[in-house]
């Protein structure tokens, strides 16, 4: 019995080793489980900030790129509807704009003679504008780009775009891409707006092109 006795108490005490032993290994997993999850919640985190900084970078790098381009059109302006003649060349187009000025705008020719121009051009024509060869693709004209050396100048003639559109034309700030597309999606609110007596304002903020209503930003597109 004593043998037995003895056998039993040693197997309990081994028992007891092992079962102590095997709670210590769990606490040991689960330790390193709780390391592993804090390591992962880390990581996730970086990746997330990671991801934000990428983002404000590629939006930094997209605005500065716009705005070096609105500033390298600054002292350019957009002639919109004017006929163009066939072959036209810059010459011809400069001409083009300087009797359109004096002769529909009534800009006095004495001083339109003393405003020079850095460079006039027609803009290419869009892909869209080019796929037909019907009568009323051919009357589109290209728009004619105007860099003028003072920007004082520039002012005076863009002043003009009120005249302008009475007869199916319009002058117009030269805006980079991304601007003309915002403006594109804008000019019909801003046109009803108009008709309905409301202030119109067009602003630029951090590379957006943006209308402003009674002084509100409009948003609603």
Same mark, same amino acid.
């Given at each position: ?7 039993? !108490? ?14 210590? #290994?769990? @606490? ?9 999850? !804090? ?18 970078? !590629? ?8 705005? &070096? ?13 004017? %006929? ?5 060349? $810059?010459? !011809?187009?400069?001409?083009?704009? #300087? ?8 800009? %006095?020719?004495? &001083? ?9 051009? #027609?803009? $290419? ?8 060869? @019907? %009568? ?6 290209? $728009? ?8 004082? &100048? ?7 775009? @009120? ?12 805006? %980079? ?19 309905? @007596? ?24």
């Amino acid at each position: 019995m004593r043998d037995l006795f003895n056998l039993m !108490q040693s197997m309990d005490r081994r028992l007891t080793s092992i079962e102590n032993d095997l709670r210590e #290994r769990v @606490g040991q997993v689960e330790t390193s489980l709780e390391n592993a999850h !804090q390591r992962i919640d880390e990581l996730e985190g970086k990746v997330v900030s990671l991801e934000n900084n990428l983002r404000e970078t !590629q939006l930094q790098s997209k605005q500065e790129s716009v705005m &070096d381009e609105l500033r390298s059109k600054e002292f350019n302006l957009l002639f919109h509807g004017i %006929p163009q003649s066939n072959n036209e060349s $810059p010459d !011809q187009t400069e001409h083009i704009v #300087r009797t359109f000025l004096t002769d529909k705008l009534q800009y %006095p020719h004495s &001083d339109l003679t003393k405003i020079e121009f850095s460079n006039v051009h #027609r803009l $290419p024509r869009r892909s869209s504008s080019t796929a037909n060869t @019907g %009568p009323s693709d051919l009357l589109k004209s290209a $728009p004619i780009a105007v860099k003028f050396i003072k920007m004082s &100048d520039k002012r005076k003639i863009h002043s003009l775009a @009120g005249r302008a559109r009475s007869y199916n034309a319009n002058i117009t700030r030269h805006l %980079p891409t991304s601007m003309q597309s915002q403006r594109k999606l804008l000019i019909h609110h801003a046109n009803k707006f108009y008709k309905q @007596g409301k202030t119109i304002r067009w602003k630029i903020l951090q590379a957006d092109y943006c209308l402003f209503v009674n002084g509100e930003r409009f948003t609603d597109i």
